[in-house]
């Protein structure tokens, strides 16, 4: 008979590949290989239980050429229910029958020395790319210091976020306040942490990330096409807003295993939802607190989000001597860098220094009369005991004392390779005589309502003309294109009043006319394409900002059909949950 075989709803069903040798009242005896020099394991199984298997290509097969009473090992190149073709080392092809090869089953070999002392080894063709890609792999893990997903993610890491990922990864206890200036790189990092979790725990992990409600969607973007976390939105990765229900929140953050808040100094402003989710985010076995101001200036708030990492070292009951802390804050940091064995004979000043600034401290006193002893018997600075009592101390005053344990934080003006070629604004004056004459227009109209209420400023008239004009002025400054629909609206306002309305129809008209004038000057256009034409030396870039999508539109066509170096227009995304992106 001889059909290979795959065993299905039975104990052996993950054994792999077997030979069935015959079946005997719908009980089949399937025979699975183990190797040349060991006899088959025989099983009788149902016949019901059994699947044919077509062997697929590069199958390893082990044939017995009879005649030389040798094994080979070779690979399937094509197979039917009858018969294989089968690809040995130096290219030499047979065609067997079934019953003729066989094929190890799937469970791991015990003892390799019965493969070599058979003499069964393959070409060295799979083991040299097997070898190449295993030396890939380590090399690219060693250069990653094997945090795979700094090489796995859509990103241009910069070292500064290279070393707050390595920070947090190398702790136990990863519970940390990322707190570098805007633009530095705060959500990078945090994704990175993100995708890491997810990789070592492709399972198991649960991840929640609370943001306040206008960066949902920015962060769902980040973590699909930045950190490729697309598979996981909303199954085992969520993205909320902290505006939620506080019962959700509760479900989610419960069910985490790592939780990342996002502008995290928004949650200590919110009394009533901090408390309520105090307890939950405390329990998190992973917390990282995103926040660009820590507010040192409020003690309150900033100890409210230490606490969260750290709720024994940072107590709400205890916010004096927080308060103490971050008066003596620079004073402490000195006494630590103080206390090292080469400082023997000044160390007692500074024992007494930290004992007189924190005197309510049971185990730091305890600490310093262990150095203190050491130190009156004028050790040497390499004695282990003087060594061991300076370490304890000083871990004790890092753990309990510095601010900045688990605060993360790296300021722009330490990192200059960032913008190294920034040196201030220039400014560049020109004449517009469109925007001239849109500013007079609007002038115009405030002299001639302002003759009108002269002596009636507390009249509703006065009142809704100088709501209107604090709209029209936004509108000349930022969004001139706005500016027809006012006066279209002004007009259909002041239809009830018909000597108001003769009264501004003239000036309203003239406003209309040179706001239309404006966004066509050719003139303007014109001016703002000689400006750009001098800016663009060399491999210079420049980026134009504009106050509204249609005048963006404008500055575009102008630039486009005029220059010859390229122009690209920013638009929002086409995924709709980038839309939050702004012209």
Not at 40 to 47: F, G, M, Q, S, Y
Request: aromatic letters at 6%; a negative charge.
């Amino acid at each position: 008979m001889n059909v290979f075989v795959r065993a299905t709803h039975h104990h052996c069903d993950n054994w792999g590949v077997g030979k069935l040798i015959s079946v005997d009242d719908s009980i089949a005896t399937v025979s699975w290989f183990d190797s040349p020099l060991s006899d088959p394991c025989l099983e009788r199984i149902p016949a019901t239980h059994l699947a044919p298997v077509i062997l697929e290509r590069q199958t390893r097969v082990y044939w017995l050429e009879r005649s030389a009473g040798t094994w080979h090992v070779g690979r399937v190149r094509d197979a039917d229910d009858m018969r294989v073709e089968v690809r040995f080392p130096n290219g030499r092809d047979l065609v067997l029958s079934l019953s003729d090869i066989e094929v190890r089953w799937d469970r791991p070999i015990d003892d390799p020395s019965a493969f070599l002392a058979a003499q069964l080894n393959e070409s060295p063709q799979f083991a040299q790319a097997r070898s190449r890609f295993t030396q890939s792999l380590i090399g690219q893990r060693g250069a990653c210091s094997g945090m795979s997903a700094l090489i796995s993610s859509v990103i241009d890491l910069e070292p500064h976020q290279y070393e707050v990922v390595k920070r947090v990864l190398q702790d136990p206890i990863q519970r940390y306040v990322l707190a570098d200036e805007v633009g530095l790189g705060k959500t990078i990092e945090a994704g990175v942490l993100i995708r890491q979790y997810v990789l070592d725990n492709p399972q198991d992990h649960r991840v929640s990330v609370i943001v306040p409600p206008a960066l949902v969607l920015q962060w769902r973007r980040e973590l699909r096409k930045r950190f490729l976390l697309g598979d996981f939105l909303d199954d085992s990765l969520h993205v909320l807003s902290i505006s939620a229900s506080p019962q959700e929140l509760l479900e989610r953050l419960r069910a985490s295993g790592m939780v990342v808040i996002d502008e995290a100094h928004h949650l200590s402003r919110d009394p009533e939802l901090y408390a309520r989710l105090r307890d939950a985010i405390i329990a998190v076995p992973r917390l990282l607190l995103l926040s660009a101001t820590p507010a040192l200036h409020n003690e309150r708030g900033f100890l409210e989000m230490l606490h969260l990492l750290d709720p024994h070292v940072f107590k709400l009951s205890d916010e004096a001597a927080f308060r103490r802390r971050i008066v003596h804050r620079q004073a402490l940091a000195e006494s630590v860098a103080g206390l090292i064995p080469e400082n023997l004979l000044q160390i007692e000043d500074f024992l007494d220094d930290l004992l007189q600034r924190f005197p309510e401290d049971p185990l730091l006193n305890e600490h310093a009369e262990q150095v203190r002893s050491v130190v009156i018997e004028l050790p040497d600075e390499s004695e282990p005991r003087f060594i061991e009592a300076l370490t304890r101390l000083r871990a004790h005053l890092s753990e309990t004392y510095r601010l900045d344990r688990r605060i993360l934080r790296n300021r722009r003006r330490d990192l200059p390779f960032l913008t190294p070629r920034r040196a201030g604004a220039s400014r560049i004056d020109y004449v517009s005589a469109a925007s001239a004459q849109l500013i007079q227009a609007a002038e115009d109209w405030r002299r001639t309502v302002a003759g009108a209420v002269y002596g009636q400023e507390a009249s509703s008239y006065s009142g809704s003309s100088s709501k209107w004009f604090r709209s029209l002025l936004e509108a000349v400054f930022v969004s001139p294109a706005h500016i027809t629909r006012l006066v279209r609206d002004r007009l259909e306002h002041l239809e009830a009043t018909p000597d108001c309305l003769q009264l501004e129809q003239n000036p309203l008209f003239d406003l209309s006319v040179a706001a239309e004038r404006y966004l066509s000057d050719k003139e303007r256009l014109d001016t703002l394409r000689s400006l750009v034409e001098r800016q663009l030396q060399g491999d210079a870039k420049l980026v134009i900002f504009c106050s509204h999508a249609e005048v963006a539109d404008a500055v575009t066509d102008t630039l486009r059909r005029n220059l010859s170096a390229p122009v690209d227009r920013h638009a929002p995304y086409a995924d709709p949950e980038d839309d939050y992106a702004e012209q």
